[in-house]
């Protein structure tokens, strides 16, 4: 794997100051809706210690991902050699590097808008000081999920991306446009290719195509509620407290209750009526309770060397049909791939997660 190692200059474009051809390891993971990582292994020089001593950028030929360091460390044994580790996160994790400093309150707005939103707001059309000059918008997809009610402020901007990316299994990256030297931040979402549509041809991973193996199977309702108060603004007897539908008719043991806390969610300052603040804290109560039901994991390791091919077949934040030989089934999204190259040669390791039994 080659790697090109980069560092901003004045004008804070991209100016190649080596090129890594020679590592002992390389790990490079890209993720659907988190920041990816990786990891350089490889014998020590003082030219790549100095070199690392600042943050670089690197990037591969035919990716448009681009990984930033930020860790290096050195090891030294008369017995195994030295040896340099370098590491750190794709381009992504820029956007922790600024926190939602203001109330931002949304109502009835596409999850899409909402996280575009968050990166002009605090990355592009803000003060001087806290933009990033190479970071811009790339074209809206018009992605379908909307949100009632949402409120954020106080977090970093890549947590609170990331949490709305999840609630609706959308992916979002920061790529690198290498024409324009930008980073483009795009939202998007997987292709389903399960056997429930018919648009494409079914990712099938199952011991019966040999693309599976060691899967596992947990069924769990020990975390479970089915009723929420959520509490808002207010002390003592004053303090608002509403409930999530179903507080009213889910009695006996199929009731257990959750208590949310919801002083995060504001009236003050915003332009919004009892009814609305009110609306605001139930749908903040949806959540949570979203996050609170009967959990089933399915997973398995899928075998790459057989059957459907990453990158050709299926892609990042895809949707795909995995089953076992016990009748159970589910579906899976693409939310990681680990590609590794070392002495041992090259390999892929696909991701699935946020899986569903059918």
């Known amino acids: 794997m080659i790697l090109y190692v980069c560092e901003k200059n004045a004008n804070d474009a991209l100016i190649p100051v080596k090129i890594i051809d020679n590592a002992v390891s390389v790990i490079w993971i890209r993720r659907f809706n988190e920041a990816g990582e990786f990891e350089i292994y490889m014998n020590a020089t003082a030219e790549i210690l100095s070199l690392f001593t600042s943050e670089k950028y690197i990037f591969r030929d035919g990716d448009d991902t681009i990984m930033i360091s930020e860790k290096v460390s050195l090891t030294t044994s008369p017995e195994e050699g030295n040896y340099i580790t370098i590491s750190g996160h794709s381009a992504e994790i820029l956007l922790g590097r600024r926190v939602v400093n203001r109330l931002m309150n949304y109502r009835n707005v596409s999850a899409e808008r909402i996280m575009r939103g968050i990166v002009a707001s605090h990355f592009i059309q803000t003060d001087e000081i806290r933009q990033i000059t190479w970071i811009t918008l790339g074209d809206e997809r018009d992605l379908s999920a909307t949100v009632n009610t949402r409120q954020i402020t106080g977090t970093n901007c890549l ?41 494409q041809p079914a990712v099938i991973f199952s011991p019966d195509f040999e693309n599976l193996a060691n899967s596992s199977y947990t069924k769990s309702s020990e975390k479970t509620y089915t009723v929420a108060y959520v509490a808002g603004q207010g002390e003592g007897g004053n303090r608002i407290i509403v409930h999530t539908p179903g507080t009213d008719t889910i009695g006996g043991i199929d009731r257990r209750e959750l208590w949310v806390d919801a002083r995060n969610i504001s009236s003050v300052g915003t332009p919004m009526s009892q009814d609305e603040y009110q609306d605001a804290l139930q749908s903040y109560g949806d959540d ?32 795909v049909l995995v089953e076992n030989g016990y009748g159970i089934s589910g579906t899976a999204y693409v939310t990681e791939v680990t590609e590794v190259e070392d002495q041992e040669g090259y390999r892929m390791y696909p991701t699935l997660s946020n899986y569903q039994t059918t």
């Open 288 to 319: 949570k309770l979203a996050e609170a039901r009967e959990s089933t994991n399915f997973s398995g390791q899928i075998i790459t060397d057989n059957t459907f091919v990453f990158g050709e077949d299926y892609y990042l934040g895809d949707k």
């Open 159 to 199: 947590t609170a991306i990331t949490e709305i990316a999840k609630t609706y299994n959308y992916g979002f990256r920061l790529k690198w446009d290498k024409d324009n030297e930008i980073l483009v931040f795009d939202v998007y979402e997987g292709t389903d290719r399960t056997i429930a549509q018919n648009n």
